[in-house]
């Protein structure tokens, strides 16, 4: 299982865009493939329809309460399948921030997946920040497409990046912005 974190700093470049379609197209060709929504603004997930659905974000199995499993919904397209995103994401923030493995715990929640191989891709729809939620998102990843935002740029700019960037990140490819 390949695991893409789609990131970016910015709002409105394309990064929701870039995962659905990428999906989209990656499932076209059979693959099977999960589209995780990590913004809080949901845009990945109204995509597919599902904006009225609450409570179903990864916010519960980030801090241990659910398991991953329990959030994944089919979407109308075969072989293509989300696991929501909703307000409450944005919680996750602080809660995660006071965790001793706050860095990795989109990676220890992504566990259960390696384990089954039911997914050959997993998209990460990063928010538009360098907070807890996109640095999870790195370091879980095994492959990073950003349009503009290089892993430098996130190991001077955000606190605790340069610990993660040593040890955390995978190979990135920088799309030009």
């Not at 299982?1 to 910015?10: L, T």
């Not at 006071?98 to 089954?116: F, I, K, S, V």
């Not at 990063?126 to 939620?133: A, E, T, V, Y």
């Not at 990046?161 to 490819?173: D, E, L, N, W």
Request: proline share 6%.
């Amino acid at each position: 299982m390949k695991i893409v974190a789609i990131a970016n700093q910015k709002g409105g470049v394309g990064k929701t865009t870039t995962a659905v379609n990428l999906g989209a197209a990656l499932a076209e060709i059979g693959h099977r493939i999960l589209i995780i929504d990590l913004d809080p603004q949901a845009n990945a997930t109204s995509s597919f329809g599902l904006q009225a659905v609450e409570q179903t974000s990864l916010y519960e199995p980030l801090l241990g309460d659910a398991s991953i499993t329990e959030r994944i919904f089919p979407t109308e397209r075969e072989a293509l399948f989300i696991v929501p995103s909703d307000l409450d994401l944005a919680g996750a923030e602080v809660e995660i921030a006071r965790m001793p493995n706050h860095l990795t715990r989109l990676a220890e929640t992504l566990q259960p997946l390696h384990a089954d191989e039911t997914f050959d891709f997993v998209l990460l729809d990063c928010p538009p920040s360098l907070g807890i939620l996109m640095t999870n998102a790195l370091a879980a990843a095994t492959f990073g497409a950003s349009s503009g935002l290089s892993v430098q740029t996130c190991v001077t700019r955000a606190p605790g990046m340069r610990t993660v960037s040593s040890r955390c990140f995978p190979r990135y490819a920088v799309m030009p912005g």
